[in-house]
């Protein structure tokens, strides 16, 4: 299993890492936010006045952003991409992010460079559309889904920043969607999928990722055209090495299947631990 590390960029900077946290520049903001994976210390003593603010965790994931002085209520971030970019439109939420997922920008070179215009592609659990805008920058037709609205209307406006034409932007349950998908007979070029560790619907059907996962990439596969492509990011507990790889064998028995890492390199060069980045090609 290899390791895959997000490319350097501009407007994105990992300033150090260590005891839990990790301290990040997204364009002139600096904030601290909780990290798991950074087990070893820091490397910098100046973090409360190198940051522009911190997020303080409660249980649950939510917490508090805690501000040094003002932060405009809306940033923009972009990220250069083939001839064009992608542009984020950043803002604190009641969880530790702020509109973008770094780590991501693996995918998002991925998908640019294979997407070619006319193919379908379905995001699902989508978030903030990265991953749909980098599709779509392609010339491919996209299928936007995430179940929490203001996340849609999130992704939506960013899609608008970039005058993006060919997404469709969907409020939906994933396993829903999908399942409605396949008696519509539907099919997709490349579908995919960041899902959480759980959630809810705006129907109330509840996701829980230890159980749900394995149907939702059963059901997956059989969107696919002929030569098509799932690409899932998976950075949950419940979903480590040992469970994810039997997981997929019994999913793809007969496909090519490949699982890295995803990771960030911190200004001292260790690496933060993103998850498993995993790529089946049918």
Known sequence: ????????????????SGGGRKMERFGDISVIRPEQNTPWEPRRSDWSQA???????RDGGKGEWHWVGPVPPIWELRYPLGTGEILFLLRPSEFKHLGVFPEQAVN????????????????????TGGASQAAALAGCEVTHIDSVYPMV???????????????????EDSMTFVERERKRGRTYHRIIMDPPTYGFSKKGRQWKIERDLEPLLLNSRRLLTEGGEIILNCYSARMEEGRLLPLLGRCFPRDRVSCDKLALRDNYERLVDCGYLVRVET
């Open 1 to 16: 299993m290899k390791t895959q590390i997000a490319p350097p960029w501009k407007d994105y900077e990992l300033l150090d």
């Open 51 to 57: 940051a522009a603010g911190e997020f303080r965790e």
């Open 108 to 127: 998002w070179e991925y998908l640019y460079g294979k997407g070619r215009p006319g193919e379908r592609v379905l995001n699902l659990f989508a978030h």
């Open 153 to 171: 209307g999130w992704a939506r406006e960013n899609g608008e920043k970039n005058r993006l034409e060919g997404i469709r932007w969907i409020c």
